[in-house]
């Protein structure tokens, strides 16, 4: 049914802003944090993208263009930690100076009010495949 | 004009030669109703196993979890509104002897 290809991609464009969300969760909750198991403060965690076929069957690759989006790895940004004068805190190197995330919460909400409306659109795209699909069955009524 | 007049009429063996034929693999009508209706069977699975590995916690997405009940459940309609159309068309051929 061609209809569940629609059903598809916007699926796979709900799971690609979840996990936009989970990175911005990831990096409010790690906003302060100076400690990590790789050593050094917290890094702001990014998602990457990619378009990807629908399908691996390869005559339906070359007859549609259509595109799903897959969450191709979750990158570490590699901007510099944001340096704080506090002598004393336990992390704080020998001149003083403590290295936070460099984090910023406006950002973040940002890109979480945008994660939440880039998710109902994809939801709105869902309800409209359903409403496509049940005005094709009042064909037959 | 000529041209228009020089073409071949078409004969009756051509025509039904050309008229669609079900695929071999499908076989009868009967057959193909059973794969239907399995095909519905099977998304009603999917979408309960899809259902209980979210009950169960298990780390699947709540949208696909949905999705998958709403494609089982537009299959499921489809399956219901050709065997609506079929109980009619029964119904009408039933009434036939009775002079109706």
Same mark, same amino acid.
């Given at each position: 049914?061609?209809?569940?290809r629609?059903?598809?991609?916007?699926?796979s464009?709900?799971?690609?802003?979840?996990?936009?969300?989970? $990175?911005?969760?990831?990096?409010?909750?790690?906003?302060?944090?100076?400690?990590?198991?790789?050593?050094?403060?917290?890094?702001?965690?990014?998602p990457?993208?990619? $378009?990807?076929?629908?399908?691996?069957n390869?005559?339906?690759?070359?007859?549609? $263009?259509?595109?799903?989006?897959?969450?191709?790895?979750?990158?570490?940004?590699?901007m510099?930690?944001?340096?704080?004068?506090?002598?004393g805190?336990?992390?704080?190197?020998? $001149?003083?100076?403590?290295?936070?995330?460099?984090v910023?919460?406006?950002?973040?909400?940002?890109?979480?009010?945008?994660?939440?409306?880039?998710?109902?659109?994809?939801?709105?795209?869902?309800?409209?495949?359903?409403e496509?699909?049940?005005?094709?069955?009042?064909?037959?009524? | 004009?000529?041209?228009?007049?020089?073409?071949?009429?078409?004969?009756?063996?051509?025509?039904?030669?050309r008229?669609?034929?079900?695929?071999?693999?499908?076989?009868?009508?009967?057959?193909?109703?059973?794969?239907?209706?399995?095909?519905? &069977?099977?998304?009603?699975?999917?979408?309960?196993?899809?259902q209980?590995?979210?009950?169960?916690?298990?780390?699947?997405?709540l949208?696909?979890?949905?999705?998958?009940?709403?494609?089982? &459940?537009?299959?499921?309609?489809?399956?219901?509104e050709?065997?609506?159309?079929?109980?009619?068309?029964?119904?009408?051929?039933?009434?036939?002897g009775?002079?109706?």
């Amino acid at each position: 049914m061609s209809l569940q290809r629609a059903f598809a991609i916007a699926a796979s464009g709900l799971t690609a802003q979840r996990t936009r969300m989970e $990175s911005v969760a990831s990096n409010l909750a790690n906003a302060r944090t100076t400690r990590t198991p790789e050593g050094g403060p917290y890094r702001r965690q990014a998602p990457i993208f990619v $378009s990807q076929p629908l399908t691996n069957n390869f005559d339906d690759m070359l007859g549609s $263009s259509l595109r799903a989006v897959r969450v191709d790895s979750v990158a570490t940004e590699t901007m510099p930690p944001i340096l704080r004068y506090e002598p004393g805190h336990p992390d704080a190197d020998e $001149s003083g100076f403590v290295a936070y995330p460099n984090v910023d919460p406006v950002r973040e909400m940002i890109d979480m009010l945008s994660a939440t409306r880039s998710y109902e659109a994809n939801v709105t795209v869902v309800r409209g495949v359903r409403e496509m699909s049940g005005a094709a069955l009042e064909i037959l009524t | 004009m000529n041209e228009i007049l020089r073409i071949n009429p078409v004969e009756i063996g051509e025509l039904t030669s050309r008229a669609p034929r079900p695929p071999s693999t499908s076989g009868s009508f009967g057959e193909v109703l059973a794969d239907a209706i399995r095909s519905v &069977d099977g998304l009603q699975h999917e979408s309960e196993a899809a259902q209980s590995q979210w009950a169960a916690g298990e780390p699947v997405d709540l949208h696909d979890v949905l999705i998958k009940i709403e494609e089982a &459940d537009l299959a499921f309609r489809t399956m219901m509104e050709v065997r609506n159309k079929l109980v009619d068309a029964y119904r009408e051929v039933m009434r036939m002897g009775s002079g109706g």
